[in-house]
């Protein structure tokens, strides 16, 4: 099928719109009830885990205060749903999905909430980075990385079962 201009979105447009506010990138791919559910979902767990005054008072410098201003309880839902919302966004847009593509996202959200979980204690080189910070610059990373690696192992292991099946 031909891509018209502006009514098929490719995957990294989806993506990024998904990486602003997940649901978003579900309203481009035409999945309007996901895509509200997802928004709405963000939000819940935005309000009730008070992300956004953390986000402010990290960006300020105010580590501890982030902290006692996080509801962990909440807070730890919001990794999952994120990273669920980029990777079905992703999914369901223009063009072909690669084997095991989900695995970076399950692997980010799974060392984004571990993060959340250490951060009003885990220090690096004597700094507390807090619940927005280190979540941020040490699980994305992390999860990207070794869900990378697992995935690479995953194909390898894939390509070598299509070589003996044939």
Same mark, same amino acid.
């Given at each position: 099928?031909?891509?018209?201009?502006?009514?098929?979105?490719?995957?990294?447009?989806?993506?990024?719109?998904?990486?602003?506010?997940?649901?978003?990138?579900?309203?481009?791919?035409?999945?309007?009830?996901?895509?509200?559910?997802?928004?709405?979902?963000?939000?819940?767990?935005?309000?009730?885990?008070?992300?956004?005054?953390?986000?402010?008072?990290?960006?300020?410098?105010?580590?501890?205060?982030?902290?006692?201003?996080?509801?962990?309880?909440?807070?730890?839902?919001?990794?999952?749903?994120?990273?669920?919302?980029?990777?079905?966004?992703?999914?369901?847009?223009?063009?072909?999905?690669?084997?095991?593509?989900?695995?970076?996202?399950?692997?980010?959200?799974?060392?984004?909430?571990?993060? =959340?979980?250490?951060? @009003?204690?885990?220090? *690096?080189? +004597?700094?507390? $980075?807090?619940?927005?910070? &280190?979540?941020? =610059?040490?699980?994305? @990373?992390?999860?990207? *990385?070794? +869900?990378?690696? $697992?995935?690479?192992?995953? &194909?390898?292991? =894939?390509?070598?079962?299509?070589?003996?099946?044939?």
């Amino acid at each position: 099928m031909a891509k018209q201009y502006g009514k098929n979105r490719d995957k990294l447009e989806v993506l990024l719109w998904s990486i602003a506010l997940p649901g978003f990138g579900q309203l481009l791919n035409h999945r309007y009830v996901k895509g509200l559910l997802l928004i709405a979902l963000e939000f819940i767990a935005n309000v009730l885990g008070n992300f956004n005054e953390i986000i402010i008072l990290s960006f300020r410098g105010d580590i501890q205060e982030a902290i006692s201003q996080t509801n962990f309880g909440w807070l730890m839902f919001y990794p999952c749903l994120y990273f669920f919302a980029m990777w079905d966004a992703y999914k369901d847009a223009e063009g072909e999905s690669k084997p095991y593509a989900f695995v970076p996202f399950v692997f980010s959200a799974y060392f984004v909430t571990v993060g =959340l979980i250490f951060s @009003p204690t885990f220090t *690096i080189f +004597g700094q507390l $980075l807090g619940p927005m910070w &280190l979540p941020m =610059l040490g699980g994305v @990373p992390v999860g990207l *990385i070794i +869900g990378g690696i $697992l995935r690479w192992v995953l &194909l390898k292991r =894939l390509e070598k079962n299509r070589g003996t099946s044939l």
